[in-house]
T-cell receptor, first 113, second 112 residues
């Protein structure tokens, strides 16, 4: 069984440019998460989806970040415009609604110059 | 919301020794406590988890203990090996993956 897939793995952009990350969860997983992980820190939740519904987006900086999961399967996270402080690893994870184990993707390492 | 604190931030042990990592949480309603291992440049992977209806869980060289009254839980690794070297994260949530919060991580180094 394939794990959580993310692309691209690495992205380098200049500040003020837009960027998008894609995630395909494990087949059958209803819940999808986007996390931000800064160097030396634990993952911080940006948004959680139950199927196609965003049920927890309180930590998502909505002025520049947006996300969608239109058909309740794969998801896209977008930043527009990117800022220097957005440089981090963006992790996607998925799980069944219950139980609770989250499976992480390999992440996208974003560098904003 | 939930706040998880993790100590120590770095831990160095000799191969064969035990390693203990501790976490505290703030939300008394939290009932699910996973531990993830993240090797350099790789994704976090679940190594063990515990729910609030048990006080201890063991899987070979890894064990987790939970003290609900004190709101802390710990990861114990016995007979450490160099391949145990990684960053370990604790997390806490109320279940159904609501409000899962991660600790800042512990970088474990096992010296051969």
């Amino acid at each position: 069984e394939a794990g959580v897939v993310q692309s691209p793995r690495y992205k380098i952009i200049e500040k003020k440019q837009p960027v998008a990350f894609w995630c395909n969860p494990i087949s059958g997983h209803n819940t999808l998460y986007w996390y931000l992980q800064n160097l030396g820190q634990g993952p911080e939740l940006l948004i959680r989806y139950e199927n196609e519904e965003a049920v927890d987006d309180s930590q998502l900086p909505k002025d520049r970040f947006s996300a969608e999961r239109l058909k309740g399967v794969d998801s896209t996270l977008k930043i527009q415009p990117a800022e220097l402080g957005d440089s981090a690893v963006y992790l996607c994870a998925s799980s069944f609604s219950t139980p609770h184990e989250q499976f992480f993707g390999p992440g996208t390492r974003l560098t904003v110059l | 919301g939930e706040n998880v604190e993790q100590h120590p931030s770095t831990l160095s042990v000799q191969e064969g020794d035990s390693a203990v990592i501790k976490c505290t949480y703030s939300d008394s309603a939290s009932n699910y406590f996973p531990w993830y291992k993240q090797e350099l440049g790789k994704r976090p992977q679940l190594i063990i988890d515990i729910r609030s209806n048990v006080g201890e869980k063991k899987d070979q060289r890894i064990a987790v203990t939970l003290n609900k009254t004190a709101k802390h839980f710990s990861l114990h690794i016995t007979e450490t090996q160099p391949e145990d070297s990684a960053v370990y994260f604790c997390a806490a949530s109320r279940g159904n993956n609501n409000d899962m919060r991660f600790g800042a991580g512990t970088r474990l180094t096992v010296k051969p």
